[in-house]
């Protein structure tokens, strides 16, 4: 009965590769987001879809790409990874116009 | 923009010491604010939220009161725990339209020994 789950959980690849992590929410909320928590835990938000729409795209790469096939699902695609993209990567939803996130068990992104 | 700043820690307490955590935002309009709490290994998890000043939200023996004289949100629990070692983070929400972008602080780690 997870209410938030991303996949996978640890994922360790090597600079110039491309790679994919997965979002479902099974609380039947209209809004996704992808978070990215650096080393020092600092968190930012990166993206946001509401109804599979992209409504909040901060200052991220172009090589980073959401795509949303239905609103419980909000994947982060990468391409090109660098170094720098090593982080803890958190999906969120929420119910539109609630302020109240509830977020997933995170994605710890190595890249080598 | 949208901002908050927090203790950045590390705090370290004895068990059943008073903790507080404090929290200052800068914000346009009347944002709603937030403790998460990060336990080691896991995502993060809501700890309380307040929608308005004067509001105080209330979760766990944790307090925060939304004070918007001083902008602040300080995080207070008077007997703090050894399960309560996490890490902290305050944040707000700014209603942008039909969405809500949550803008963090650092994070506070607290670790209580027995």
């Known amino acids: 009965d997870t209410a938030v789950s991303q996949t996978p959980k640890y994922l360790v690849t090597q600079m110039g590769n491309d790679k994919s992590i997965k979002c479902e929410q099974n609380l039947g909320h209209d809004t996704m987001y992808w978070y990215k928590q650096d080393s020092k835990k600092f968190l930012k938000i990166m993206f946001s879809?509401?109804?599979?729409?992209?409504?909040i795209n901060e200052t991220v790469p172009n090589r980073f790409s959401p795509k949303s096939p239905d609103k419980a699902h909000l994947n982060l695609h990468i391409n090109s990874l660098e170094l720098g993209d090593s982080a803890v990567y958190f999906c969120a939803s929420s119910q539109a116009r609630k302020n109240e996130q509830f977020f997933g068990p995170g994605t710890r992104l190595t890249v080598l | 923009g949208n901002s908050v700043t927090q203790m950045e820690g590390p705090v370290t307490l004895s068990e059943e010491a008073f903790l507080t955590i404090n929290c200052t935002y800068t914000?346009?309009?009347?944002?709603?604010l937030f403790w998460y709490v990060q336990y080691p290994g896991e995502g993060l998890q809501l700890l309380l939220k307040a929608t308005k000043a004067d509001d105080k939200g209330s979760n766990k023996g944790f307090e925060a009161t939304y004070r918007k004289e001083t902008t602040s949100f300080h995080l207070e629990k008077g007997s703090v725990q050894v399960s309560d070692s996490a890490v902290y983070f305050c944040?707000?929400?700014?209603?942008?339209?039909?969405?809500?972008?949550?803008?963090f602080g650092k994070g506070t780690l607290l670790t209580v020994n027995p």
């Open positions: 879809y509401n109804n599979k729409e992209l409504i």
């Open positions: 944040a707000l929400s700014d209603s942008g339209g039909s969405n809500y972008k949550l803008t």
């Open positions: 914000a346009t309009g009347y944002p709603s």
